[in-house]
């Protein structure tokens, strides 16, 4: 009999798996497949490798203004798609390293509830029973793969053959206008891969806010990707030269390979879920704010119990119901999510949008700083970009706030941190920031809200 059993070996579910352990309790991790997950092994590492050296890749062509010459570098596909494999494969260890230090037991199988406390995992041709006084599941999620494409032709790709593939193409047709649709166009254009993205939204992104929308489109048209919006595909059609997508309005694309990057769908299926009796809304298992079910004793975590599919929200969801499946009282309302998106240069958002803000509430301030203004990204020779912040006129609570530019995503951090514990933009203001750097950005943004800006007019 086990404490805690976790189904899912994801960064929710190894990262529930590791707290359990540490609060003591015998735990289990089941995973079918690899750990880490999809985000350590074909996810966020991976793409995030290759970002990074698409953009070494984009600099070095790009490095004249700097006195740099670098005439005609070249590119090996190859080796570039063997470096992520090298990564992912070091952090996989890791993850293993770090469940046997910590005594967690890890079952290879397919998992299925039997009850609240009890799991049959599939281990190859025999069925082992798991008993757990708690279960969390954390079976995470699986790209979408919309049928109208033919799924059966190797030069249709999702994700995950993107980032495992063995050599990169020619050509690039990236269906979905989303975060992940718009990181690989990113990498594509960056390594002179001729990129088209169809996105059926008007704008890339169009969950974010409006100045980040803005800004990936930008950049992405500045790399020379090719952006088509507000119009839907019709067909695709694969053959050994390549791929043709049709459009709603007659128009064809061509390409060697199309990527699919048109959202992810939570793995609920056949894991016993509506034989125990398990509340699903909106196609995922609905949890309270301690990642409780419905269902006494079982938790679940991560993309598969929530529509914002991202790996530190999975994170934090599995501490949250690794603490109540131990005993010690834990919650997390998810309203305080920081948001990155890793194109160059990066967006990073959190809380509301500026429209939302407007709409949610009767007085709201806004105030930007661009990025031109600021004398790091002036000696970085990036200065595209800005941080905005939305708050409350009369309070100065802050509401919602956008970064883009040069390590946005890290810089965010700093209003998340605000926003979580109800700090005001006086607050910030006030707070000393180190000198030159990115961050200080924001106390200038708070400056600037607070009608003092000291580096910009107006």
Known sequence: MYDVAVIGSGPGGYVAALRAALRGAKTCCIEEKLLGGVCLNVGCIPAKAML????????????????????????????????????????????????????VDVIKGRARLVSNNT??????????????????????ARPARPNFVAWNEPRVMTTDEATTAADLPKSVLVIGGGVIG???????????????????????VANLDEDACRTIAENLRDRGVDIITGIRLQSVTADTAGVTATLDDGRTLEAEQLLAAVGRRPNVENLGLEEIGVQLEDGIIKVDDCCRTNIEDLYAVGDVAETRQYAHLASRMGIV??????????????????????????????????????????????????????????????????????????????????????????????????????????????????????????????????????????
Request: proline share 3%; aromatic share 6%; with cysteine.
């Open 52 to 103: 990074y050296a698409s953009g070494l890749f984009w600099m070095m062509r790009h490095s004249k203004e700097f006195g740099f010459s670098a005439k005609d570098p070249s590119l090996d596909g190859a080796a570039y798609m063997a470096r992520n494999g090298k990564v992912v494969e070091g952090l996989r260890n890791g993850v293993a390293f770090l469940l046997k230090k910590r005594s």
């Open 119 to 140: 799991i049959a995992v599939d281990v190859g041709d025999k069925q082992q029973t798991i008993k757990s006084k708690a279960i969390i599941v954390a079976t995470g």
């Open 182 to 204: 718009c990181e690989f166009a990113t990498i594509y254009s960056e390594l002179g891969i001729r990129t088209t993205i169809v996105e059926m939204l008007d704008s890339l």
């Open 321 to 458: 119901a690794a603490d109540n499946a131990t005993g010690h009282k834990a919650s997390d309302d998810r309203t305080v999510v920081p948001v990155g998106v890793h194109t160059h240069p990066e967006v990073a958002c959190v809380g509301l949008s500026e429209s939302q803000a407007r709409h949610k509430h009767s007085d709201v301030h806004i105030a930007k700083f661009p990025y031109s203004a600021s004398g790091m990204a002036q000696a970085c020779g990036d200065t595209r970009g800005l941080v905005k912040i939305m708050a409350d006129r009369q309070l100065g609570a802050i509401l919602g706030a956008v970064v883009a530019g040069p390590h946005a995503t890290d810089v965010i951090q700093e209003i998340t941190v605000a926003m979580r514990n109800e700090l005001t933009v006086d607050e910030l203001a006030e707070t000393i920031h180190p000198h030159p750097t990115f961050v200080e950005a924001v106390g200038e943004t708070a400056e600037a809200w607070l009608g003092l800006p000291l580096h910009i007019i107006g």
